[in-house]
C-alpha cells in the first residue's frame, strides 16, 4: 500500500502509456477503461439501499432494517471501546493484489471525461447499458464527487497518485505527508470475525488530516476530504478469532451535529447527530494523510 506496485504492475503501465501515447482518441479511452473495469470498491446488490450522505463524507450501503445491515457496516465502535481487550465483530475486505485496479497515471486521468454529464459517454466506451448495477454504481460515485463541500469542510477526487498529493497539499499546506493504512498481515476469507485489541491503542496526535475512500467505478478513485475540528487517529494492532493478524487505522470523529441523520453510523451504534463521537475502522485500500514529522 500505497497499492503494491508490483514488477507486473510496473511493466503494465509501460505498455498502457506506450499505448495511450499511440491513442488519443476514442480508442484510447475504451483501452483503459476496459484495462481497468474491475471497480475500485465492489458494486452493490439492487436490492440494498443506497444511505447517500452529502452532510459526511463516507457512502456506506445498508439495509432498511438494523438486523439485517450489511455486514461490512461491522467496522463503527463508540470512543470508549478504545481499551486493551475489547472485544468485537469487525469487517475487513481483502482484496487480491493480482486483481486490485491501480491509481493511473496523471496524463491517463487527465485523459479521461470524469463527470455526471458524460455518463453515457463512459458507459458507451465500456459497453455498460444505463440503469445497470455497474452504472448506477459510477453515477452514485459521480454524484458524491461533485457535491459541494460543506462548511469546515474540503472535499475532492482524485484518480491519480499525483492529482491525490496536490490536491492534499492544498488542504494541509506545503508539508511532508505520511500515509496511515490498515495493515493486513495474514491473509483470511473470513471477512468478518471477532477481533481483540491487544494493546491499548495507539494515539497519533495531528492536528489536520485528510481521509481518502475507494469509491465504485471502473478505476480507482479515491474520495478525499478534510474538515475542520476534533478528529482523533489511532493505531490499533488487532487480533482475529481465526488467527488474522491487523494492524489498523481507525478515525474518530468528535463532533458529528452537521451529519445526516439518517447516516447508517448513528443506527449501528444507536445515538443521533452531535450526541456522541463517531469511530470507524479504515479498510485497507483507504488512507488517511497526515503532516510527517
Not at 491473509?187 to 485489541?197: N, V
Not at 478525499?224 to 493478524?245: A, D, M, P, T, W
Not at 441523520?261 to 443506527?267: G, L, N
Request: with cysteine; net charge neutral.
Amino acid at each position: 500500500m500505497l497499492h503494491n506496485f508490483y514488477t507486473f504492475a510496473y511493466f503494465y503501465f509501460y505498455i498502457l502509456i506506450t499505448t495511450l501515447k499511440q491513442q488519443k482518441s476514442l480508442g484510447s479511452h475504451k483501452y483503459i477503461l476496459k484495462s481497468y473495469f474491475c471497480g475500485g470498491r465492489k458494486i452493490v446488490d439492487k436490492n440494498q439501499k443506497i444511505v447517500h450522505n452529502k452532510e459526511n463524507h463516507i457512502n456506506r450501503y445498508g439495509k432498511n432494517d438494523l438486523d439485517d445491515l450489511d455486514p461490512a457496516l461491522n467496522v463503527f465502535f463508540h470512543v470508549n471501546d478504545l481499551y486493551s481487550g475489547k472485544k468485537m465483530p469487525i469487517y475487513f475486505a481483502v482484496n487480491d493484489p493480482s486483481t486490485t485496479p491501480r491509481l493511473l497515471k496523471r496524463e491517463q486521468s487527465d485523459s479521461i471525461p470524469f463527470s455526471s454529464s458524460k455518463l453515457s459517454y463512459i458507459l458507451e466506451l465500456i459497453s455498460l447499458a444505463n440503469g445497470s448495477p455497474q452504472a448506477l454504481a459510477m453515477q452514485q460515485t459521480l454524484k458524491q464527487c461533485e457535491l459541494e463541500a460543506t462548511p469546515g469542510e474540503t472535499r475532492f477526487c482524485a484518480s491519480s497518485l499525483e492529482s491525490m498529493l496536490d490536491l492534499t497539499r492544498g488542504i494541509m499546506g506545503m508539508v511532508k505527508l505520511k500515509a496511515l493504512t490498515t495493515n493486513i498481515h495474514n491473509l483470511s476469507h473470513t471477512l468478518l470475525q471477532e477481533y481483540t485489541f491487544l494493546n491499548k491503542p495507539l494515539e497519533i496526535n495531528v492536528s489536520n488530516m485528510v481521509a481518502c475512500h475507494t469509491m465504485a467505478y471502473p478505476y480507482v478513485v479515491y474520495y478525499c476530504h478534510g474538515q475542520k475540528g476534533y478528529n482523533r487517529v489511532f493505531e490499533i494492532s488487532l487480533g482475529g478469532e481465526n488467527g488474522n493478524i491487523i494492524d489498523a487505522i481507525a478515525v474518530c470523529h468528535m463532533d458529528t451535529s452537521n451529519w445526516d441523520s439518517d447516516h447508517v453510523a448513528f443506527r449501528v451504534l444507536g445515538v443521533q447527530p452531535g450526541s456522541s463521537p463517531v469511530c470507524h475502522f479504515l479498510p485497507a485500500d483507504n488512507i488517511v494523510w497526515i503532516p510527517s514529522p
